[in-house]
């Protein structure tokens, strides 16, 4: 059996398109198609049930799937690392928000690259869950981190952690509103008090306002920045209310730069995935940093 029909098989299998495999494949969608019918005749057996959006596998296709792709990952593993030993010459991709990544994953993964680590170069890129995603599906990163959960078998999701949400604002703003008046009249009490956010749809406000308060919230953005770093410094200057995770603002509300403003008895959190390529746990420096990640994970609060 042709390896480049297999190759080009588990890939379709995994991306659940025709057209997504041969995005990644660099080749042709007929190409792919023409593979694909090539192979299926070689089985005698269809191997794909084609719908309006993109393609299920039949019972033989995913046995042949599990079957096959292991044993294709390790054919990638021994093609991309060669015959070298020495994986310090490895370099890892790894791509995520800026904050998250900045803040969490990349102080946890330096560890890994000095003399006295675990021999791998590292390369980071920012972006938001889609391109992240893109990315990594397209192969330009090894490593994700998102907050959004990836769909199919393309991509291998393992959840981080969770990231609590607090609503915050300078001190000036804080004695205002004051937390009684604020427990009285809930999200009333806000509509007329500037908002500080990293996108003009208020997503994090909006996600706060909805697990907190049951409704949408009617401010609009007084200052926008696509950056949450960004964020608790205008709010810290007194520019107006916002929603930041815990783990950022932690040092800022022990200072007193900015004041949580609520205490909610289920406070909104945010799930972090570690996101992969389907199989590329296979190789060492991908699986040694994610791995690495879990483990640090596990005493981030």
């Known amino acids: 059996m042709d390896l480049a029909l297999l190759r080009t098989f588990v890939t379709v299998h995994r991306a659940g398109s025709f057209t997504r495999a041969a995005a990644l494949l660099g080749l042709s969608q007929p190409a792919v198609t023409s593979q694909i019918r090539a192979l299926e005749r070689q089985l005698g057996r269809p191997l794909f049930l084609r719908q309006a959006r993109g393609v299920t596998p039949t019972t033989i296709g995913d046995e042949l799937a599990h079957k096959a792709a292991p044993h294709l990952d390790a054919l990638v593993e ?6 070298e030993e020495d994986s310090s010459l490895r370099t890892l991709h790894l791509a995520g928000p800026p904050e998250f990544t900045a803040e969490r994953a990349l102080p946890a993964l330096t560890e890994l690259t000095g003399d006295n680590g675990q021999g791998f170069a590292l390369r980071a890129s920012f972006g938001n869950a889609e391109e992240v995603l893109d990315g990594l599906a397209a192969g330009h990163h090894d490593l994700a981190i998102t907050t959004a959960q990836p769909r199919g078998s393309l991509l291998t999701a393992t959840p981080l952690c969770d990231e609590e949400h607090v609503l915050v604002a300078g001190p000036r703003w804080a004695a205002r509103i004051g937390p009684g008046k604020l427990r009285r009249k809930g999200a009333r009490e806000l509509e007329k008090f500037p908002v500080v956010e990293v996108h003009e749809s208020l997503p994090l406000v909006a996600r706060y306002w909805a697990s ?3 409704c949408r919230p009617v401010a609009s953005g007084t200052v926008v920045v696509p950056d949450l770093r960004g964020v608790l410094a ?3 200057t007194g520019a107006g209310l916002a929603v930041l995770p815990r783990y950022l603002c932690a040092a800022a509300l022990e200072r007193g730069e900015v004041v949580a403003l609520l205490d909610p008895a289920v406070p909104p959190l945010r799930t972090y995935f570690l996101v992969v390529r389907t199989g590329t746990l296979a190789m060492p420096h ?5 791995e690495w990640l879990l483990r640090a994970a596990a005493d981030w609060s």
């Open 212 to 214: 907190v308060f049951d």
């Open 286 to 290: 991908i699986a040694r940093a994610h």
């Open 78 to 83: 021994i093609a991309e690392t060669g015959l």
């Open 234 to 236: 205008c709010a810290a």
